[in-house]
């Protein structure tokens, strides 16, 4: 399994609530397939710095989460099918390794 950034960009014209029923069931897809949702983090309503399908704002919610590539396929699917996710993005996270020390040696 490897970590994952995800972050939505909801319709500005949706209530809290709705939002939050709108991210409680893309965390269900999550964790109903093997996954395991690890941060949410909800940024807000926010400029679009272009219009999408005419908004110029939109709620953006981003989720970390670990998972297989079949929790990917749900969640694309999940963020294309539904009508209030404007945009959505997924990348996944590189977790640095520890830098290896260098040891000079003297000739």
Known sequence: ????????????????????????????????????????????????????KAN???NYVQLKFNGSPSVLNKLDHHCRVTDAIMRSMTLRVEIPKEKKKKVKVKA
Request: aromatic share 4%; glycine share 10%; no cysteine.
């Open 56 to 58: 110029r704002e939109g």
């Open 1 to 52: 399994m490897a970590i994952y950034e995800s972050v939505l960009i909801v319709k500005p014209q949706l209530s809290d609530t709705e939002i939050n029923e709108l991210v409680e069931k893309t965390k269900k897809i999550i964790s109903g397939d093997g996954g395991e949702v690890l941060a949410e983090d909800r940024w807000g309503r926010r400029k679009l710095s272009t219009p999408i």
